[in-house]
């Protein structure tokens, strides 16, 4: 049970004071098959790997931050963990709990926002919050109360709690699929991408708005992107990813401390790459 386990960590947690470990992740692997070269005829279907071996442990009540360009493997990593997408080979543990061997169990902790976030766009944003804490089973009273009060704290003016979302800017709608995210209290969250494509006011408010749930809820969030200044503000540590595999690890400093200098996150991120994060940059899927 989610309650249960929330509150086993927790004990788990104040007895040891080792901080408790709430992601694990061990030699993920992900590959897609691709279509290239060879004849009309026979054509070559060869495997890429989107996913190459990926692990790292996220501690409960961190924002543990996947840093890397388009195609590095970020969505496909967060699908694996959210099990939206069944891996190749290596395990996933959520407190402990096997991804595939608990899977019921996994999905009611855990819960992910994507850019392509799914939304009644005809509806207003305090139906859409309404409509989804039902299909999360909690009650009527309790869903408004806390649809308003999430509402409020986006910034939201009353008016627009009934206007369709569709008339709202992309900022307004990341800001309520973050929300609805966070609706039901999931000990963990995948945001992937929260601020891509957003301008930059919006994407400052979605910043501010995360920090403050991952505070009011105690949850645990990775979250990537290829921003750096977001990365820099939001994580406690920093993976950099680059072609399906992790680079290196640590908290900014760190990562800035294993070049040297006065090098920047960016620097940093060059040099342990070899690529530059925006170097092939297109539009985001
Ligand atoms: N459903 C899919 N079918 C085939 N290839 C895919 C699929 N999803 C992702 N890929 C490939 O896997 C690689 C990583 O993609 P993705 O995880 O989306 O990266 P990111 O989120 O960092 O932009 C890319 O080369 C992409 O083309
Ligand atoms: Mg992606």
Redesign the pocket.
């Known amino acids: 049970m989610t309650t249960t386990l929330a509150q086993h960590a927790e004990a788990e947690a104040a007895r040891s004071s080792a901080p408790v470990t709430a992601i694990a992740v061990r030699d993920l692997r992900m590959s897609?098959?691709?279509r290239g070269g060879g004849s009309a005829l026979r054509p070559r279907v060869t495997r890429?790997a989107?996913v190459d071996g990926i692990s790292f442990a996220v501690k409960k009540g961190e924002i543990y931050g996947i840093l890397?360009?388009?195609?590095?493997?970020?969505?496909?990593?967060i699908r694996a963990i959210s099990t939206l997408l069944i891996p190749d080979s290596g395990e996933v543990k959520i407190f402990g709990l096997d991804l595939q061997k608990d899977e019921a169990q996994v999905r009611r902790l855990l819960n992910r926002v994507s850019v392509d976030a799914a939304f009644y766009k005809k509806l207003s944003p305090r139906e859409n919050l309404l409509y989804s804490a039902g299909l999360y089973g909690i009650p009527r009273a309790e869903a408004e109360a806390k649809s308003l009060e999430i509402l409020r704290r986006l910034g939201l003016r009353e008016k627009a709690f009934y206007e369709p979302l569709e008339e709202m800017s992309r900022g307004m709608q990341q800001k309520v699929a973050i929300a609805r995210a966070f609706l039901a209290s999931p000990v963990i969250v995948l945001l992937d991408e929260p601020t891509t494509g957003l301008d930059p006011k919006s994407r400052r408010d979605v910043q501010e708005f995360v920090l403050e749930l991952r505070d009011a809820h105690d949850a645990t969030i990775i979250l990537?992107t290829h921003d750096m200044p977001e990365a820099e503000r939001l994580c406690d540590r920093i993976a950099f990813?680059h072609g399906?595999r992790f680079v290196a690890e640590g908290s900014a400093d760190e990562l800035r401390a294993r070049v040297g200098g006065n090098a920047t996150l960016e620097d940093a991120f060059i040099q342990l790459t070899g690529d530059d994060l925006h170097s092939d940059d297109q539009e985001d899927?």
Request: hydrophobic share 30%; no cysteine.
């Open positions: 897609f098959a691709k890429v989107a890397g360009p388009n195609g590095s493997g970020k969505s496909t990593l990537t990813i399906g899927t």
